[in-house]
């Protein structure tokens, strides 16, 4: 995994965090992560030979829910808790947020999120790990739908990377598929039209609305004359801020 983090790493500059279940949650794993300046977040799993560091103790994830103070009620998030996962290469300790969240089909059993960077609130821990849905997604689909497991056997790397080309293209195609049907940006230029549509006037554009409206309705209601009105539009002017004047200065008036 550590080996293909780096090849990643060497296509991709922007990342900042790695996501993914308990299966590679354990303290060893997450360090080497940190050496390649990587944050994570991750499931965790109770294994009771993998300790943590907390309050001078070494608790294993059962040990340490029990020792942290819970929040009351029907809380979503039921605690978080910084706790030490092991020491760099300078014997400095390494810290880590634990957040324990209510598990929605079992209310009455919990999970854990681990986190490396400590200073992510514990909701956007939780919104950042629930990424990872859209990647089960696709490999429930690539192995249950698209024959990624049984369409081919056999024992060449060239082979498995070409079954692998393949269904991935499958996936690509339907993706697509389903985009061109579902996403409103696929109309092209109509959907850029609709948008400038209902995208909002500009100030000056508001206030020239504004003005020219009043003036419709002062010729209309109050039978006074257009030299009447300019001058009454321009003792009004002159009251208002400098702000304001500055901008009613663009303004073209109609006639």
């Not at 309705?217 to 208002?240: G, M, N, P, R």
Request: aromatic residues 10%; hydrophobic residues 45%.
């Amino acid at each position: 995994m550590i080996d293909m983090l780096k090849q990643a790493l060497n296509h991709v500059s922007s990342a900042k965090y790695v996501l993914f279940d308990s299966w590679f949650c354990f303290p060893s794993i997450l360090l080497k992560i940190r050496k390649l300046k990587l944050h994570t977040i991750a499931m965790m799993k109770s294994i009771k030979t993998v300790k943590y560091s907390y309050q001078g103790r070494s608790l294993d994830l059962n040990s340490l829910y029990t020792a942290v103070r819970k929040k009351r009620g029907k809380a979503k998030i039921l605690a978080s808790v910084i706790v030490g996962i092991g020491k760099d290469d300078n014997g400095n300790e390494v810290f880590a947020k634990v957040v324990f969240v209510r598990d929605k089909n079992r209310r009455s059993q919990w999970l854990a999120l681990i986190s490396t960077d400590t200073e992510l609130a514990d909701e956007e821990i939780i919104r950042i790990y629930g990424k990872r849905w859209d990647i089960e997604v696709f490999f429930k689909m690539c192995k249950s739908y698209l024959k990624l497991q049984k369409e081919f056997q056999g024992r060449s790397y060239d082979c498995m990377v070409a079954h692998t080309t393949i269904v991935f293209s499958r996936y690509i195609m339907l993706a697509l598929e389903s985009r061109n049907n579902k996403d409103l940006r696929t109309w092209g230029e109509l959907f850029y039209v609709c948008c400038d549509e209902l995208h909002d006037i500009k100030f000056i554009e508001a206030l020239q609305l504004i003005i020219n409206l009043l003036k419709s309705v002062l010729l209309e209601k109050l039978s006074l004359t257009k030299q009447q009105i300019d001058e009454l539009l321009e003792h009004f002017i002159a009251s208002l801020p400098a702000y304001f004047k500055e901008k009613l200065a663009k303004v073209q008036w109609e006639s």
